[in-house]
C-alpha cells in the first residue's frame, strides 16, 4: 500500500514539474551558442530584420535596434513600430544605456553564415561585453536562402508562443506559394530569358553573385537563368568601372533598391547607363537585397517580378548580337 501510495505521489509530483519544465525556453543560435531561460522571452530587443520578422506573428519587441536611417534598413518597410524605441541607429551607435532601461530578458539579431558575425553591430567585442550584461545575445541563422530563413523564423516565433493558426498567416504563406507557381509557369513561357542582378554607384558597376544573397539563390531555384560572373573569393560581387560592365548583358536587370537614391537614377545620370540593352527596353525591375522577412513581403516582390517578365522580351540579348 505505501509503495502504491509512493507511487501516486511521485507521478502526481511529476504532473506539477511538467508544466515547469515545459516553460523552459532554450534556443541554439547560427553560431552554435545555445541560451536556456527558464521561461519564454517576454521582453524582447530585435535587430530591425528580425522585428520585421516577429511582428507580423504577433511578437513586438520592446527595442529595436536599427542598421541606419530607414532609407537605408528597408526591413521594417510597412512594418507597424509605432510605440517602440529605437535603441540603434547603426552598428556603432547602439545606445547601451537605453537598452539597460528597458530591462530586456532577450536581444535577438541574425548571425551570417556566410561572414560568421553578429549583425547589428552586437559582435563588436566592447558593445558585446556590455550588452551580454543585460541579456543574453543570440542570432538567428542567415543562410543563403530568403524561403528557407521565413521557415526558420516561423518556427522560431512559434517557439515564442506565437499563435500559428491565425488565419492572415495562413493566408500569407499561401499567396507566396501560389507567386512562385505562377512565376515558374510564367517563365515557363519565356525561354531563354536572362536575368542580372546590380548594384550600381557613380563610379562602377557591381554585379551580384546569385547564390550569395538569398533573394537571387531562390530565384535560381524556381528556375530564373540569372547571371553569374567570375569573383575573386571573399566578395558577393564582381564590381566593374562601367566601361567593362557593358559585357555583361541580360535580358532584364533588377537594380538593388536598398539606397536612398533609387538605382534608376544612377543608371540615368552615368553617361553609359543606357549602354545596357534591359535599360534601353525599360526590362528593369526591383532587386530587395536581403531585406525581405515575411511571406507577405516576398509575395509581393514575386508577384512583381512575375508581370515584369510577363512583359518582357527574352530575346533582348541575342537580338543585339
Known amino acids: 500500500m505505501f509503495r502504491a501510495a509512493s507511487t501516486t505521489f511521485l507521478a502526481a509530483l511529476a504532473l506539477l514539474a511538467a508544466p515547469i519544465m515545459a516553460a523552459e525556453w532554450r534556443y541554439t543560435d547560427g553560431a552554435g551558442k545555445t541560451v536556456v531561460l527558464p521561461d519564454p522571452p517576454q521582453r524582447i530587443i530585435a535587430h530591425s530584420t528580425v522585428a520585421a520578422a516577429l511582428i507580423p506573428y504577433g511578437i513586438r519587441p520592446v527595442g529595436i535596434l536599427r542598421d541606419g ?15 517602440i524605441p529605437i535603441v540603434s541607429r547603426g552598428w556603432f551607435e547602439i545606445d547601451a544605456e537605453a537598452v539597460l532601461n528597458l530591462d530586456p530578458d532577450l536581444i535577438i539579431t541574425e548571425y551570417s553564415l556566410a561572414e560568421g558575425v553578429y549583425q547589428g553591430g552586437t559582435h563588436e567585442d566592447a558593445i558585446a561585453r556590455r550588452l551580454e550584461t543585460i541579456a543574453p545575445i543570440v542570432g ?10 521565413l521557415e526558420d523564423y516561423r518556427v522560431f516565433a512559434q517557439g515564442l508562443g506565437a499563435d500559428m493558426d491565425r488565419p492572415d498567416l495562413t493566408a500569407d504563406k499561401a499567396r507566396l506559394e501560389s507567386a512562385v507557381t505562377d512565376l515558374q509557369a510564367t517563365l515557363a513561357t ?21 547564390d550569395l544573397f538569398g533573394e537571387l539563390h531562390d530565384l535560381r531555384q524556381w528556375g530564373i537563368d540569372l547571371l553569374s560572373p567570375p569573383s575573386s573569393s571573399g566578395t558577393s560581387y564582381l564590381t566593374l568601372s562601367w566601361e567593362s560592365a557593358q559585357d555583361y548583358q541580360a535580358d532584364i536587370i533588377l537594380l538593388d533598391d536598398r539606397w536612398a537614391q533609387p538605382a534608376i537614377d544612377v543608371f540615368a545620370a552615368h553617361p553609359l547607363g543606357d549602354r545596357f540593352i534591359a535599360i534601353q527596353a525599360g526590362q528593369v525591375g526591383n532587386w530587395p537585397a ?3 522577412r515575411s511571406y507577405a513581403v516576398y509575395a509581393n516582390e514575386i508577384e512583381g517580378l512575375t508581370a515584369l517578365i510577363a512583359r518582357s522580351n527574352p530575346d533582348l540579348v541575342d537580338e543585339s548580337r
Open 69 to 83: 536611417p530607414p532609407s537605408l534598413d528597408r526591413s521594417l518597410d510597412g512594418v507597424d513600430i509605432s510605440g
Open 140 to 149: 538567428v541563422p542567415r543562410s543563403n536562402s530568403i524561403a528557407g530563413l
Open 190 to 210: 519565356k525561354p531563354g530569358l536572362t536575368v542580372m542582378a546590380v548594384s550600381p554607384s557613380s563610379q562602377s558597376l557591381s554585379i551580384a553573385l546569385p
Open 290 to 292: 536581403e531585406w525581405i
